[in-house]
């Protein structure tokens, strides 16, 4: 995106308003440009020496501005304080006017034959009676550069020159001639140069030898002589010493040669537009008569309007919103009538000559958007899928546990009623577990309160697998609840089971560590409701010592303890086990 | 050393005939030599042969006669050449000498044992057993004659012990002095920077590797992973479906399933006995429910029955999960509408034997969609769209009886390796008596489909007991061993 830099105080003395930063930045927000960097000139000076001095009191300030790379009437202080003059609704859209001159006294640009070899394209334009101060003949000079750089691709495509026209005399030529036949005192130099000589000497010049390929290996370079044979500019190189323009400048005769002749007319479109602001007749521009060797000739500049036809569903439908088109079009500088050809349902705009960028329907709708606010238009949420995030953070813990090293086991909810609370040592205090009334075997009688059974028959069942056993599943478990409607709940367990020549113990609680690490949760000293802490319990189901709960946020979650010897025997283990089993539902929120 | 030894050996000589002779004449223990031995033969340094060896050896007892005397001999000087009482004897020697002094004395006739009294038949004894003892023990076995072998051998004096020594002879890869062979790179070798002349045991290609010690995820719930991606991509949400526990309401009377009906048997369900009934329903809801169960409406005549709330009330453990279904259209209905496309994989219960294809419980894949306008060729479509992204693309549908879709389509697949149509899944579209009492719009129909998770499980990982894949008897080797579920992937 190209930045253009401004003098803060010059900007908001044309805008007519003293802004705050923020309420600048507010007002470039909603028109689609940003304010990049605030500094001074010295600053900048002195951050390319790489200078470390007091910033002073008394330095201007510099606002550097990001805009569209396809705005190019807002590459100068001029275009942008049009522009957001009209959109903050203080100016009119102007109105460009190319000056009505006889054809007989309109000035002429003879076009030779050989620039076909070279660069083809010639378009011109006068600007009478202008009045340059500093500031204006520095915006004129900066948007010249911001232009080649720009859409001119680096004076590849476009190359301007500006010259002081009563310095030289109509008709001009643009001709293509061998370098060796053109002579002259190029810009900033006091003698006469052979154009050959010349390319030679510019090797050595910073800012000119970039441009020095475009023409070089060529024949024959292309040259723009006035009827006394002075050499206005040696495009897209130089221009003439002669014809330079000063402050002093009352009639500026300005030439866009080109490779690309759309983007020739764009480029001389902007110079002539901007700055016709500051001649005698506001807005008004001379044309030049571009004549070919074949007879054929245009008149330059073409600042016709483009008309467009847009039907308001298609502004409306696409924002998703009614709204006023015509007045929001005008706050954009694009005017808009009601079409006469349809049945009042369409706006024909005319897109003014400032506008390149317009070139569909859609171009004129994101305008109606952006006059209107991006952030007013109400929302519409298009359908989409909202996930169950207690599966999700279920899923990714399951995952985090086997790569711990842990396999995932499956086992039923359905269990006896021993199993879930004798054979655990554990009592029911009748106030958790839902019971079947009609089970077809003892193996149906509850709902599994607790994982605990399911991973203990597991490794009861699997005591021929290879030592340590290391298992875990991630399931629902149910329990009463008389808030709910039923009467019951599901709650999601996580429990993880060790087995092997020792207990254990301490991978477990590694465990417990490592899923408190995973959920982001810090482990926080005994009390502190913050994080997660472990504090010594006395479970009837695990080894009295070994064995403590999980406290997290100030909430009993779980436990973890090496699983007491009875209970193994109970269920056929030979081996020592370590088991750990926490409510995962509170774990995030 | 032994390991020089053997090798600068065979540098000079063919052959060691014998390990053990090698061993003692070097006099390094066999044991060691053996060790060597075997490391030199797996580097195929030497080419060893197995010799089997017997040798005799003293046993315990043999051994305390080479010290103390043969018993026979000790009891022969026991006796004084004036004779003595057998009383007096016995307490002169002790017990076992006694014994086998007698026998083998009066075999040898050297005692006269009288009655009362025990007297020398000759004047002095020579201890054999004793020298032939000794000389066994010297390892001079060749000087002992067969008789007096299989004598001491009988006596259990003497035992034949059997050992193993090697002959060896340079093996194919055989050097005077061993290279040593590295078996992994280590630090040190690349701190010492020697790796470079490094020469690496054989590695044994066509054993496995060692057995990893990662984690490893369930296979049913992998394939519920893969499933859960294909509803995703094909626009549905997840249903919330922990609950398990139920209300008949939701779970039958709400799907238009009468009470009457087979399902709703305690054969089949399991009908609670804490937390016993619901007490909360939507009143004005259950209300239109009833009335389309006895008399119908909506265009329809109903069961004509009298349908009693307590029947509704009964609390289950929901025995499909098209009660989470039933409850979230009923949601739909109370807001202005929006198609939805509802997706669960959950646990559902059934009041069934287990055998070898059916639990108590098992998982129900379900899905549904719900907007304006469904046909039965969407309901088809997408029922092709789903199973093709399970791998079945050859689909064909059975009329069959739903108390709660009409109409009501069983789903078979052809299965290839079968060579057969196989029934996969059931589908229909819900009833306008479930879908009208619940508030939703006329024009609103919904098209759903339900299978098991456990089915097509095991097909893919042919597995062909459900109880090798799912609950606590299921090998732990079963559930490291399985593959990615590929599923939808392909």
Known sequence: ?589 | MAEDAILGFLEKNEKIADSGKFASNIGIDHNEIVNVIKSLHGFRLVDAEDIKREKWVLTDEGKSYTVAGSPEVQLFLAVPPEGISREELQKKVDPSVYKIGCSQAIKNKWLEMGKAQVSRKVQQVEDQVKDLLLRIQDGEVHAVDQGDIDALKKRKLIALQTWKSYSLTKGPNYAPKRKKVATDLTREHLQRGDWKDLEFKEYNFSAKGQPAEGGHLHPLLKVRKQLQMIFLQMGFEEMPTNNFVESSFWNFDALFQPQQHPARDSHDTFFLQVPSTTKKLPEDYVERVKRVHESGGYGSRGYGYDWKREEANKNLLRTHTTAVSSRMLYLLAQKPFAPKKYFSIDRVFRNEAVDRTHLAEFHQIEGLVCDRGLTLGDLIGVLHDFFSRLGMSKLRFKPAYNPYTEPSMEIFSYHEGFKKWVEIGNSGMFRPEMLLPMGLPEDVRVIAWGLSLERPTMILYGIDNIRDLFGHKVDLSLIKRNPICRLGVD
């Open chain 1, 1 to 589: 995106m190209p930045t253009v830099s401004v003098g803060r105080d010059r900007l908001f003395a044309a805008l007519g308003k003293n802004y705050t930063q923020e309420e600048f930045e507010e007002l470039c927000f909603d028109f689609g440009i940003e304010l990049d960097d605030v500094t001074t000139e010295k600053a900048i000076i002195r951050k390319e020496k790489h200078l470390e001095e007091e910033t002073e009191e008394d330095e201007e300030v510099i606002y550097k501005i990001e805009v569209p790379a396809n705005r190019y009437d807002l590459l100068c202080l001029e275009g942008l304080v049009q522009a957001l003059r009209i959109f903050i609704g203080i100016d009119e859209i102007p109105k460009y006017t190319v000056s009505n001159i006889p054809s007989e006294s309109m000035l002429k640009m003879h076009v030779k034959p050989e620039t076909s070899l070279i660069r083809p394209f010639i378009v011109c334009a006068v600007l009478r009676g202008i009045t340059f101060d500093e500031v204006r003949y520095n915006s004129f000079i900066d948007l010249q550069d911001r232009l080649h750089q720009n859409i001119c691709r680096r004076r590849t495509l476009v190359a301007i020159g500006t010259h002081d026209l009563d310095t030289i005399q109509a008709p001009f030529t643009y001709e293509a001639l061998p370098p060796y036949e053109i002579n002259f005192v190029p810009l900033k130099q006091v003698k006469s140069f052979r154009a050959d000589q010349l390319m030679e000497f510019y090797k050595s010049d910073l800012k000119l030898k970039k441009f020095l390929h475009i023409i070089e290996s060529s024949p024959v370079f292309p040259v723009i002589y006035d009827c006394n044979r002075t050499v206005l500019s040696l495009p897209p190189i130089i221009n003439g010493a002669h014809s330079a323009i000063s402050l002093k400048t009352k009639n500026v005769f300005i030439e866009c040669t080109a490779t690309d002749l759309t983007k020739a007319k764009i480029v001389l479109n902007t110079m002539v537009t901007m700055f016709s602001v500051y001649c005698e007749r506001k807005f008004h521009v001379e044309p030049v008569e571009v004549v070919y060797s074949d007879g054929k000739s245009s008149v330059y500049p073409d600042l016709s309007v483009f008309s467009l036809e847009v039907p308001l569903s298609y502004i409306t439908g696409s924002i998703g919103a009614s709204l006023e088109v015509s007045s929001l079009l005008n706050k954009m500088q694009l005017r808009a009538e009601k079409s006469v050809s349809r049945d009042g349902n369409s706006i024909v705009v005319s897109v003014p000559p400032t506008r390149s960028d317009v070139l569909h329907a859609c171009d004129v709708m994101e305008d109606v958007a952006i006059a209107y606010g991006f952030n007013k238009i109400p929302k519409t949420k298009p359908a989409s899928l909202k996930p169950i995030a207690l599966n999700q953070i279920s899923d990714l813990l399951r995952l985090e546990i086997a790569m711990n090293g842990f396999t995932e086991v499956l086992t039923w909810i359905l269990c006896s009623y021993k199993e879930n609370f004798s054979m655990l040592n554990r009592k029911d205090d009748k106030s958790t577990a839902v019971i079947i009334g009609n089970p077809r075997s003892s193996d149906f009688e509850i709902v599994r309160t607790s994982l605990m059974p399911g991973i203990l028959k597991t490794v009861g069942h699997n005591k021929d697998h290879p030592k340590p056993i290391k298992i875990f599943e991630v399931g629902d478990v149910a329990v009463l609840d008389e808030a709910k409607d039923v009467g019951a709940k599901n709650q999601r367990h996580l429990a993880a089971l060790y087995c092997g020549a020792n207990s254990g113990f301490e991978l477990i609680h590694c465990l417990v560590d490592r899923i408190m690490e995973v959920v982001g949760t810090p482990f926080v000293p005994i009390g502190d409701n913050s994080g997660y802490y472990i504090k010594r319990s006395d479970e009837p189901e695990f080894l009295l010592g070994r064995q403590a709960n999980i406290i997290f946020r100030g909430n009993h979650i779980g436990t973890f303890g090496i699983v007491n010897p009875e209970v193994l025997i109970i269920f056929d283990i030979p081996d020592p086990c370590s088991f750990v089993e926490l409510n995962i539902e509170s774990l995030w929120s």
